[in-house]
Nanobody, 120 residues
């Protein structure tokens, strides 16, 4: 069973850089793709970015391209989400998710989330 633990959230000022971490454990076949989502209370969950664990191929939502970067540390089993120049509208709970290849992340395993609050 895959376990995902997010960290790195908190209260930050607009314009700062935030780096979120997602520590992944469990069967490698079950976490071949790891991604980040965010959700604001009362709104739908929003896909942000995903990475192929083996090849490092990255994919981003258009809304965050150029500002968010996903990366992985295969030795430590951590996936990062770096967010630069954060804005108040980035305030949300951030979640990482993992799934096998060809399985939608939304149907995979999820972490508990970490909250980011951006003050103006």
């Amino acid at each position: 069973q895959v376990s995902l633990v997010e960290s790195g959230g908190g209260l930050v000022q607009a314009g700062e850089t935030v780096i979120l971490s997602c520590v992944a454990s469990g069967p490698a076949w079950d976490r071949e793709i790891i991604g980040w989502f965010r959700q604001v209370s009362g709104k739908e969950r929003e896909f942000l970015a995903r990475v192929d664990w083996r090849y490092g191929t990255e994919e981003y939502a258009d809304s965050v391209k150029g500002r968010f970067t996903i990366s992985r540390d295969t030795g430590r089993n951590i996936v990062y989400l770096q967010m630069i120049s954060v804005k108040p509208e980035d305030t949300a709970s951030y979640f990482c998710a993992a799934a096998p290849v060809n399985t939608p992340l939304t149907l995979g395993s999820w972490g508990q989330g970490t909250q980011v609050i951006v003050s103006s």
